[in-house]
């Protein structure tokens, strides 16, 4: 059971907008800034999001991120077929002197 | 450019030890804390280990403390994590990554490295 709780997977048709979940506590997202990362099929982890809601130089704008409280979402709008991916989201915990990482959320491509 | 290129995975059996390094460049690598992230086959990413730039802070996760021990050789570039005594359930893709602030060790990852595979079985 990861510390971050994302829904395992979600699904959508093509131009549609998904938006991705990460629900955690004070002591992470409450607390912490949030990361969120693309895993392609049999590659690294991309960094997506960081500090909650900034994208990195050629990340499309079509992925921005938000947060409130102790939860924080990724929405991809426009989705593409280069979209299918797991995602997941990241935030360090003060209780363990690391980040915690959600389980992920593989995203389909209708 | 910013690259990580990890090395030293391996298959090995229970108990055994075995040490994984991480070769940066691109990057004024002496200023960055640096982090170990695992990810067993299927399932989900798992920290490991993070080393701050200056060596005075090194945390781990509850399931290696007092097995792997992460360290740090600005001068050739490089980040390394010894893991003994290992264990079936280690068995794992290990990612070298870099925090994408400079000096701080408590902000999130912005470059991974490809990984390398480590297999403890009998």
Same mark, same amino acid.
Do not use: H
């Given at each position: @059971?990861?510390?971050?709780?994302?829904?395992?997977?979600?699904?959508? /048709?093509?131009g549609q907008r998904v938006t991705i979940s990460c629900?955690?506590?004070?002591?992470?997202?409450?607390?912490?800034?949030?990361?969120?990362? @693309?895993?392609?099929?049999?590659?690294?982890?991309?960094?997506?999001?960081?500090?909650?809601?900034?994208?990195?130089? =050629?990340?499309?704008?079509?992925?921005? =991120?938000?947060?409130?409280? /102790?939860?924080?979402?990724?929405?991809?709008?426009?989705?593409?077929?280069?979209?299918?991916?797991?995602?997941?989201?990241?935030?360090?915990?003060?209780?363990?002197? =690391?980040?915690?990482?959600?389980?992920? /959320?593989?995203? /389909?491509?209708? | 450019?910013?690259?990580? $290129?990890?090395?030293?995975?391996?298959?090995?059996?229970?108990?055994? *030890?075995?040490?994984?390094?991480?070769?940066?460049?691109?990057?004024?690598?002496?200023?960055?804390a640096m982090h170990w992230v695992r990810q067993a086959?299927?399932?989900?990413?798992?920290?490991?280990?993070? #080393?701050?730039?200056?060596?005075? #802070?090194?945390?781990?996760?509850? *399931?290696?403390?007092?097995?792997?021990? $992460? *360290?740090?050789?600005?001068?050739?570039?490089?980040?390394?994590?010894?893991?003994? *005594?290992?264990?079936?359930?280690?068995?794992a893709l290990y990612y070298c990554a870099r925090v994408?602030?400079?000096? $701080?060790?408590?902000?999130? #990852?912005?470059?991974?490295?490809?990984?390398?595979? $480590?297999?403890?079985?009998?």
């Open positions: @059971q990861s510390v971050l709780i994302q829904a395992p997977s979600v699904s959508a /048709t093509p629900s955690g506590s004070n002591s992470n997202i409450g607390s912490n800034y949030v990361y969120w990362y @693309q895993q392609l099929r049999g590659m690294a982890p991309k960094l997506l999001i960081y500090r909650d809601s900034e994208r990195p130089s =050629g990340v499309p704008d079509r992925f921005s =991120g938000s947060k409130s409280g /102790t939860s924080a979402s990724l929405a991809i709008s426009g989705l593409r077929s280069e979209d299918e991916a797991d995602y997941y989201c990241a935030a360090w915990e003060d209780s363990l002197g =690391g980040p915690v990482f959600g389980g992920g /959320t593989k995203v /389909t491509v209708l | 450019q910013v690259q990580l $290129v990890e090395s030293g995975g391996g298959v090995v059996q229970p108990g055994e *030890s075995l040490r994984l390094s991480c070769a940066a460049s691109g990057f004024t690598f002496d200023s960055y086959p299927g399932k989900g990413l798992e920290w490991v280990a993070v #080393i701050s730039y200056d060596v005075t #802070i090194k945390y781990y996760a509850a *399931s290696v403390e007092g097995r792997f021990t $992460v *360290s740090r050789d600005n001068s050739q570039s490089t980040v390394y994590l010894q893991m003994n *005594s290992l264990r079936p359930e280690d068995t994408e602030q400079p000096v $701080v060790t408590y902000y999130g #990852i912005d470059v991974w490295g490809r990984g390398t595979t $480590v297999t403890v079985s009998s």
